[in-house]
């Protein structure tokens, strides 16, 4: 096992694989003058992952396509600057961070609990989105290095105070990655707090399975394992509505190009720009990750296959990015050229009483687990 200490500059693992490793560099300084450092992962089969410690943020996910070349597959940006620019903060697409206290929306950033009524801030119209206007995707994270037979990853802890973002309770959150040689990446989320407070964490990478910057996700082919989903009022509010998936263009129990119904006239796909919409997933354990969802780009051939113990996921198609801004390799992120698959609890569940419950007890551990799996393969997958 590395220690925090042994993982600065280089280090294999310790099963002794000269491919695998952890490096630690210096990322940039936030305006305070607080660190931030990035962290670099190779599994024993050469996929590389970077991420730094201010929110969590995966800077990018080097995975091979069919014919073994890698490329980066999610989107992002090289340098500290650019995820802390005015720019960047007004679009606020959440580029790889984690999202806390609560991922997606909460109605009028208000809720009841034990008959008191709490108001957090609103930073998505009159609604809450993400956590607030300093959520857990910007803020600075304690970040530990690790190292074991499964793989490498880091352990990244933040204390989010009672009051913060209006939230009650002094909430203790961990969240771990790690890449495994089973060419995985495993998040898992814990916390703890002293007073009852609504938790829902999630990971918003977008992913582009053709390389970041290479244009529209539109032909990739998508399964969401959803029967239903819940529809949305004009400001991505659920309804209430658990709606059957079938007969509508949210049907994607088989696999579907993105791109193929997106444009049809529907009411929700116009309230959301496109989909941005919660999957109830069809299978549902808090136990086990069932696979949630599966995503083929065909030219590329990579596979990404999603498996959680959370009940839903919100599907993303990327239909707010308006390519005002510059990624990675020096290409403008237009609209709908990364997707999003956010693993999560139902948006404004705090205040659907018929929604699974976000509300974490003091006493009581939150825990859920999510997996990315990456692989390659010249055929369509089935459903
Ligand atoms: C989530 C939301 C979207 C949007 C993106 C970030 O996916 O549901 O509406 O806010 O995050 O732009």
Redesign the pocket.
Known sequence: MLGGAEAQGSADTASGDAARGVDKSVFGQLPDGRQVDVYRFTNANGIEMRVINYGGIILSLKTPDAQGEFDDIVLGFDSLEEYLSDEYRQ????FGALIGRYG??IAGGQFSLDGETHSLATN?GDNH??GGRQGFDRVLWQAEPFANDEGAGLVLRYTSEDGEEGYPGRLETEVTYTLTDADELVVDYRATTDKPTPVNLTQ?SYFNLEGEGSGSILDHHLTIHADAFTPVDDT?IPTGEIRPVAGTPFDFTQPTPIGERIEQDNEQLTF?KGY?HNFVLAEQTASEPVLAARVWEPDSGRLLEIATTEPGI?F?SG??LAGDLIGKRGQAYEHRSGF?L?TQHY?DSPNQANFPSTILEPGETYRTRTVYRFSAQEEAPGS
């Open positions: 679009a606020n697409p959440y997606n929306r998505d989105l993400h918003h991505l959301g941005d919100q993303y239909n707010f999003a956010e948006p």
